[in-house]
């Protein structure tokens, strides 16, 4: 394929996404295959001739959308939502055409420089205190990372150098692996399962705090267990206070966590993936308040911020913090500016070395969207899930099982977990809309995400005429079955 074609071509595949995007309600939302339907469609292996383009657009209809899970549209309610914009697009095929591996400064400086700006950006739309942006000459600063988990785990080894360093510099004759087997991380019990993989990747333990009965964690369970800990002689490095939940969205009380974790010498860091683009608006910034206690904070635009995946926001109050725990130089990696404190190298920031020109993304989608046309985004998605909360308590049948803040409704049939697993199976099945289930304590409870940049009142209505239709039914045959036995 030379220029010209790929001029054509280019311009077939744009009208094919926008009209997959504009067209995309006609589809199920959910595919019709069986585990392994792909193999057999596709050759054992790859041809030695080439194909042509014809060829290969054609089998997208035929073999990949066929199993494909709609996740932009309207009825899709499942997970948390994951973003999509056309801005967003041009800027992704923009960063495929450049083709720049950024891991330094000297890798493509604009890569760099863009992204530190970027974040910056960011960071002042959230109110972010001073001390984590870069500036001319802050301390800290942003990045880019490819995932919430890559953040968490990032923020996880720093506290464990840094950590190690002191109680080294504290007790010269403690090895490295005596302070190993002793140390302890903490997240509570309705953390992501990544904040718990992050544990297992830095060969840290991690234990559990427990949430009260809001689903949030407060300084007192905190307190209590380190006070054991640090009686049996462990060394606490690391807590990761969570905003936005993922089974129900709750927030995790940082004004009571923050100063227990900077009186105890304890990285605290702040996941707020789905939460955190709320903060934008200024009715949602008090849920980030004690973010000044903590080391790190990371939220993912491309949930709810309309840049597409993958583009995952961290900021640090000391990069030196990350750079001390990943800094390696090689001769072929070094250069001129490298020690000029004007400019970073990302690869000291995060676990791989090669980076893409992922803030092409967020500079196109800011400077599109303005902060304004975000903010309506975000409460948009807050007013549609107010709308289903409102529904769902109109019928007695069912109960909503916490709080309703932003853009998820935890829901349920007031009756056993069998029965509620029954309605979501039936739900799924039908394939008109697609959700996924949680545990909130011993409770299934149902998760409807407002997830589609496109969805409207009138598909969240059609989502719970269906559901309510399908207990009806559901409830009729439950009760049969249990006269009978």
């Given at each position: 394929m030379d220029a010209t074609e790929f001029r054509k071509r280019g311009k077939e595949m744009v009208d094919y996404v926008a009209d997959y995007l504009e067209k995309i309600e006609k589809r199920q939302v959910f595919p019709d295959v069986e585990p392994g339907y792909l193999r057999s469609l596709i050759p054992d292996c790859a041809p030695q001739d080439p194909e042509s383009f014809e060829?290969?657009?054609?089998?997208?209809?035929?073999?990949?959308?066929?199993?494909?899970?709609?996740?932009?549209?309207?009825y899709f309610f499942a997970y948390f939502p994951?973003?999509?914009?056309?801005?967003?697009?041009?800027?992704?095929?923009?960063?495929?055409?450049?083709?720049?591996?950024?891991?330094?400064?000297?890798?493509?400086?604009?890569?760099?420089?863009?992204?530190?700006?970027?974040?910056?950006?960011?960071?002042?739309?959230?109110?972010?205190?001073?001390?984590f942006l870069a500036g001319k000459d802050g301390q800290g600063g942003g990045v880019?990372?490819?995932?919430?988990?890559?953040?968490?785990?990032?923020?996880?080894?720093?506290?464990?150098?840094?950590?190690?360093?002191?109680?080294?510099?504290?007790?010269?004759?403690?090895?490295?692996?005596?302070?190993m087997g002793r140390l302890v991380a903490y997240a509570s019990d309705q953390a992501h399962s990544s904040v718990e993989r992050a544990a297992l990747i830095s060969g840290v333990k991690m234990k559990s705090i427990p949430a009260d009965d809001t689903f949030t964690v407060c300084g007192s369970a905190l307190k209590k267990v380190l006070d054991e800990d640090k009686a049996a002689g462990l060394i606490p490095l690391f807590f990761c206070a969570t905003l936005g939940t993922t089974p129900c969205c709750s927030f995790d009380k940082l004004l009571e966590l923050g100063p227990i974790c900077n009186k105890e010498n304890i990285w605290m860091h702040i996941d707020a993936a789905y939460a955190g683009s709320a903060f934008i608006c200024p009715e949602f910034r008090h849920f980030l308040n004690g973010v000044e206690f903590a080391d790190s904070f990371n939220f993912n635009p491309h949930k709810w911020l309309l840049v597409n995946f993958d583009c995952s926001a961290m900021w640090v109050k000391k990069r030196s913090d990350l750079i001390c725990a990943f800094k390696l130089e090689p001769l072929y990696?070094?250069?001129?500016?490298?020690?000029?404190?004007?400019?970073?190298?990302?690869?000291?920031?995060?676990?791989?070395?090669?980076?893409?020109?992922?803030?092409?993304?967020?500079?196109?989608?800011?400077?599109?969207?303005?902060?304004?046309?975000?903010?309506?985004?975000?409460?948009?998605?807050?007013?549609?899930?107010?709308?289903?909360?409102h529904l769902v308590l109109q019928d007695e049948r069912f109960e909503i099982c916490a709080e309703v803040v932003l853009g998820l409704v935890c829901f349920r049939l007031k009756g056993s977990n069998e029965l509620n697993k029954a309605l979501l199976k039936s739900i799924n099945e039908a394939k008109k809309?697609?959700?996924?289930?949680?545990?909130?304590?011993?409770?299934?409870?149902?998760?409807?995400?407002?997830?589609?940049?496109?969805?409207?009142?009138?598909?969240?209505?059609?989502?719970?005429?269906?559901i309510s239709q399908l207990a009806t039914e559901l409830l009729k045959t439950w009760e049969q079955n249990h006269h009978q036995q």
């Open positions: 060829d290969v657009f054609k089998d997208i209809e035929k073999i990949i959308m066929p199993g494909v899970t709609h996740w932009h549209s309207p994951s973003a999509s914009s056309f801005p967003a697009l041009l800027a992704d095929m923009l960063c495929g055409g450049i083709g720049c591996v950024g891991f330094s400064w000297a890798a493509s400086p604009a890569c760099t420089e863009l992204e530190t700006v970027m974040l910056d950006w960011l960071g002042k739309m959230l109110n972010l205190p001073e001390e880019i990372q490819g995932s919430a988990s890559e953040a968490t785990l990032v923020a996880l080894l720093a506290a464990r150098t840094k950590t190690i360093r002191r109680v080294q510099s504290e007790n010269p004759e403690l090895t490295e692996a005596d302070i990696l070094q250069h001129d500016h490298q020690e000029s404190g004007l400019i970073t190298d990302y690869r000291h920031w995060q676990i791989p070395l090669g980076r893409r020109f992922r803030s092409l993304k967020l500079w196109f989608v800011l400077r599109m969207y303005g902060v304004k046309g975000l903010q309506e985004h975000i409460r948009k998605h807050v007013r549609l899930s107010h709308q289903f909360e809309i697609h959700l996924v289930p949680c545990h909130l304590r011993e409770k299934f409870v149902l998760r409807f995400a407002i997830c589609s940049r496109t969805v409207e009142s009138t598909h969240v209505k059609f989502a719970w005429q269906h």
